[in-house]
């Protein structure tokens, strides 16, 4: 059985074996599937967030861009992420004292913890992690501590993830980490969310002196090239201070300076704005 995602008229599809996993949370359908190849996966609102086989370039590059440069990293804020894997990356810097991952699904979680379980592997059982469910834009609204990274991953720009997308919540980030903090969101496909795309550079502009975009394939995401966005307020990010893990599936030093090219066809439009 073909199951998969459809953005306009374009398709991204897995054949499965059997559907392991349904249900309608309060915020979104949930539904994961036994794939034929590429191990487990979930689909939210019936988009793709992440396979079991597929899930570490997407993980690796959220995480390791902000840990390896920030200038402290004691104390992360995860918005979203209620699969567990950037928890995980985030896990193995023993820097890391607390990590603060806010879920506003705890039925995402129940679910990636019993049918995805490879993806947030030890990070559940880290007595670093500490998972909140709740509302993670009104979390950093409110909170009271200054974060050295915080890092936005949450799902497409539609449901309980709309508001992961506007300036309040940037300002709200801004506000929440230390002057030297690093603030990493995931921002879509260039390729084929591009409005989308430079709307959040512009967005994160407002708050932050440095913003920077990276890129990386990704097969399960529509378009094929994904992205993400580094900002800070004065941290030079092509400066790596601490070693990655040399058993990372793709990300190493010199990923993380190509990573930061931008592609013609966003960089004309970047500097139009
Ligand atoms: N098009 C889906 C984008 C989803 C990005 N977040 C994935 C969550 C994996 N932790």
Redo the contacts with the bound molecule.
């Keep these: 059985m073909w199951q998969d ?1 459809q953005f306009g008229s374009l398709r991204i599809g897995f054949q499965t074996n059997r559907l392991l996993f349904k249900n309608q949370s309060p915020y979104q359908l949930i539904e994961v599937f036994e794939t034929v190849d590429y191990g487990t996966i979930l689909r939210l609102d019936g ?4 396979s079991t086989e597929l ?1 570490h370039t ?2 690796e590059m ?1 995480v390791h861009p902000a840990l390896t440069t920030a200038p402290s990293i004691e104390n992360v804020l995860i918005v ?4 567990g ?2 928890a995980r990356e985030v896990l193995r810097y023993p820097e890391v004292r607390n990590v603060d991952l806010v879920e506003i699904d705890s039925d995402v979680v129940t679910a990636c913890k019993e049918h995805l379980s490879s ?1 947030g592997e030890g990070a559940w059982d880290d007595p670093r992690l500490n998972l909140i469910i709740g509302d993670g834009i009104q979390f950093v609204r409110d909170a009271h501590q200054k974060y050295d990274v915080i890092i936005v ?4 720009p539609i449901g309980p993830s709309v508001g992961l997308f506007n300036s309040a919540f940037f300002e709200s980030c801004a506000r929440a980490l230390k002057s030297d903090g690093v603030l990493v969101t ?1 921002a ?2 260039p390729r084929v969310m591009l409005d989308n795309h430079i709307g959040l550079i512009q967005t994160i502009r407002q708050h932050f002196e440095n913003v920077a975009p990276y890129y990386q394939g990704q097969i399960i ?2 378009g094929g090239v ?1 992205s993400w966005i580094y900002a800070s307020q004065n941290v030079d990010r092509r400066k790596i201070l601490r070693d990655p893990d040399p058993n990372l599936m793709i990300y190493n030093t010199e990923i993380h300076q190509a990573a930061f090219a931008i592609p013609n066809y966003v960089q004309h439009i970047i500097n139009r704005h």
């Design positions: 995602e988009t793709w967030q992440c899930e997407y993980h959220i979203g992420g209620g699969d894997g950037t993806i991953d949450g799902s497409d995931q879509e496909s995401y529509p994904w």
